[in-house]
């Protein structure tokens, strides 16, 4: 079969708009010759309309957001549903849509939406970009179960319905929900974005291997929780720092994501104590000792804090959210106890 173009691409699903949009933009409905939805991401709502038949008006499959003024096709609903960055990707998932061959890759690049490199820090923006809101989220029922239920300060956490997962090696792509974090800079500004498969129910992570990848700049940044000031505490995991805000709800805090970025973090300027959260393992060991030289040598007092299992995510989930506090209660600094636990006391 001849390679089809973007264009070709786009009328195929034009003809097929209302099951495009059934499929894709599942949190709408059709309203006469139109389909309404939130928005492109397939937010719930009413002010994106999709046209569903050729008429003097405008193609099939062309769509309006009267609350933003964009618009497009029905290429552009693929894309921005399922968080597809590259339109060779857009273009795949448009022919396994309309169940044609995938064996020679669409080449043509759309003017309009200039492809990102995979991986890159641009492409990282794009995906935030494409998220929703956390709470009610699938991904705020994963929390839930881990035990994470005082999500204040999480801003910088989000959910996308229907991300993209690649396997290592061979393999076909798939699609599941999915919690996105961006990676930040000292500035604020997005480097990089951190994505956790789920389950489509909540219930844990996908069925996936590995369930957790990093795209972008990573190195000295983090997923950055609660505004800098001059006491920050600094761990692996997402979920491990958010068990210890738990506790400490009010404590500036980060996800470094790895033990080997955890080692290399920047310090905010004014930052004069650091408490760096310990994983149960070598690499943690490793970590905290290089944490620990790099923050004493700039002149910040350095504090470790270690759970009593596997990390702190273990120990709030095994025991109960006042156990924790009394552990944490103990390992930080007396003046940091009424400053930070003060409300949860």
Request: aromatic share 6%.
């Amino acid at each position: 079969m001849a390679r089809l173009n973007a264009a070709e691409l786009a009328q195929r699903l034009g003809r097929q708009a209302e099951a495009v949009c059934r499929h894709y933009l599942s949190n709408g409905r059709k309203q006469g010759n139109y389909w309404q939805v939130g928005d492109v991401r397939n937010t719930a709502g009413r002010s994106m309309f999709v046209r569903l038949h050729d008429s003097a008006k405008g193609l099939a499959g062309k769509w309006q957001d009267s609350a933003t003024g964009e618009h497009g096709d029905l290429l552009d609903v693929i894309r921005d549903s399922l968080g597809l960055i590259d339109f060779a990707d857009v273009a795949n998932e448009a022919r396994r849509f309309l169940s044609l061959p995938q064996l020679e890759p669409v080449q043509q690049s759309r003017p309009a939406h200039t492809p990102a490199s995979s991986g890159s820090s641009e492409a990282a923006c794009r995906l935030w970009h494409m998220t929703q809101p956390l709470i009610g989220s699938t991904a705020g029922t994963y929390l839930h179960r881990r035990g994470i239920t005082d999500l204040r300060g999480t801003a910088n956490l989000r959910f996308h319905p229907n991300c993209y997962w690649r396997p290592e090696g061979d393999g076909p792509t798939e699609t599941w929900p999915a919690m996105i974090a961006a990676v930040t800079d000292l500035d604020g500004r997005i480097t990089g974005a951190h994505r956790t498969w789920l389950r489509r129910d909540g219930s844990g992570k996908a069925p996936v291997d590995p369930p957790r990848k990093a795209m972008g700049d990573l190195l000295g940044h983090a997923v950055r929780f609660g505004d800098p000031q001059d006491v920050l505490a600094a761990g692996e995991g997402i979920e491990t720092i958010l068990s210890l805000r738990q506790v400490l709800p009010m404590m500036p805090m980060i996800s470094a994501l790895s033990a080997g970025h955890l080692s290399v973090v920047q310090f905010p300027v004014h930052l004069r104590r650091l408490y760096i959260v310990c994983d149960n393992d070598p690499a943690g060991d490793s970590a905290r000792d290089s944490l620990v030289d790099r923050a004493i040598a700039a002149g910040i007092e350095a504090i470790t804090l270690s759970p009593m299992l596997g990390d702190f995510n273990e120990d709030l989930t095994a025991r109960t959210l006042d156990a924790l506090r009394a552990q944490i209660r103990v390992q930080i600094a007396p003046e940091d106890v009424s400053r930070f636990m003060a409300a949860m006391a």
